[in-house]
């Protein structure tokens, strides 16, 4: 029976997270995609993003993930298909400091759902899973060479995650997959806060202005939420074999903190100076991190499609709304 659902196209989505910064995309695209899908969101809204609302084929569940009465009612009532789980504590800084309530959410919390989940014979999950999984390395991480190595509360918790549902494969036959998704950057992140944080150090009317920051070298690969989205539909509509994998989210280029803040710079058309102040820097801060987007490419068709320049235009233009309407 479960085979047979994996061949089949899938409709009925469960997007846990659904009201965060990606999650509220992702299902958006879902709908779009497919006049046939329905789509449901499980969200505790602990991070004061509102629930998705308005659409037909839309149904919201406010629920956390690691009370198990709740994610089994939810999933009695919707009967997904497939399982997007995209809800965590994904702030970094709260990953540090409550390090044992950010694993009970990252880590028993999606125990609790491949659980219930497998309790009630869904045989769909994809599992947001991060670039900050993979060891340090220069160049890109690739999906099949690229060792893993956690280096923080996050990263161990997202690594975890990885063995969590390939267990859950193997146990149920159940299809499984993994998204690595790299620093994604767009407007109403609740967690980004390195364009907010320097875009509220430039006095307003300014034309060149100096600020500080933390480290300014480490190069990321930065994708636009709406390709995220947009690539994780396209691997949550993914139809088999093999029964478990992985691909990496990401756009395939890099920039740095200082290349991003010239970016911005002109964006804004502010000459933007920066020093580094060593007590904003992160004590562990890896150098380098570019994903290999050569897999969903290759297998999904997947290629991002919004540039640095474009995100950073969109978050701009957000941030000036919200100041105007701020009494
Ligand atoms: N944003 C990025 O750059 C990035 C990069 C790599 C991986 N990810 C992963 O992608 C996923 C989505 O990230 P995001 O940027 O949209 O984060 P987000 O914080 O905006 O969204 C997370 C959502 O999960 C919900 N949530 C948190 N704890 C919950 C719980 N116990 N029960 C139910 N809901 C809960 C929150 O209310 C929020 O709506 C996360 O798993 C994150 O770790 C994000």
């Known amino acids: 029976m479960r085979q047979a659902s994996l061949k089949r196209l899938p409709s009925r989505f ?22 046939g899908a329905e789509a449901a969101v499980l969200d505790n809204l602990s991070v004061a993003m509102p629930m998705p609302a308005g659409r037909e084929r839309l149904v919201a569940y406010e629920g956390d993930i690691r009370d198990r009465m709740r994610v089994d009612q939810v999933l009695a009532e919707f009967r997904p298909d497939t399982i997007v789980h995209l809800a965590a504590v994904h702030h970094i800084p709260t990953c540090e400091r409550q390090r044992a309530y950010s694993l009970d959410v990252n880590v028993v919390g999606t125990e609790t759902l491949l659980d219930a989940a497998e309790a009630m014979g869904v045989a769909r999950f994809v599992l947001a899973s991060s670039g900050a999984v993979y060891d340090w390395r220069d160049g890109a991480l690739d999906e099949t060479d690229t060792p893993l190595r956690a280096r923080d509360n996050y990263s161990i918790a997202k690594h975890t995650n990885e063995y969590q ?95 991003l803040v010239a970016l911005l710079g002109q964006v804004m058309g ?44 969109d978050i701009v233009r957000h941030l000036n709304r919200e100041l105007a309407l701020s009494p």
Do not use: M
């Open 14 to 35: 469960l997007v846990t997270g659904g009201a965060g910064f990606i999650g509220h995309r992702t299902v958006s695209v879902l709908l779009d995609a497919d006049p």
């Open 270 to 313: 502010i000459a933007i100076r920066v020093d580094e102040d060593p007590a904003k820097k992160r004590r562990i801060d890896r150098p380098s991190q570019l994903g290999a987007t050569g897999k969903i490419e290759r297998r999904l068709g997947f290629r991002a499609s919004k540039s640095l320049r474009i995100a950073l235009e």
């Open 165 to 259: 549902v390939g267990f859950w494969g193997d146990r149920t036959g159940g299809f499984a997959r993994i998204a690595r998704i790299f620093n994604t950057i767009g407007h109403d992140d609740p967690n980004g806060h390195l364009v907010p944080d320097i875009i509220k150090q430039i006095p307003a009317g300014q034309k060149s202005v100096d600020i500080s920051l933390g480290n300014l070298s480490p190069r990321r690969d930065y994708i636009h939420a709406d390709d995220t989205a947009r690539a994780i539909a396209a691997i949550a509509c993914e139809i088999g074999p093999p029964a478990v994998d992985v691909y990496n989210v990401a756009s395939g280029q890099d920039v740095s903190v200082q290349e």
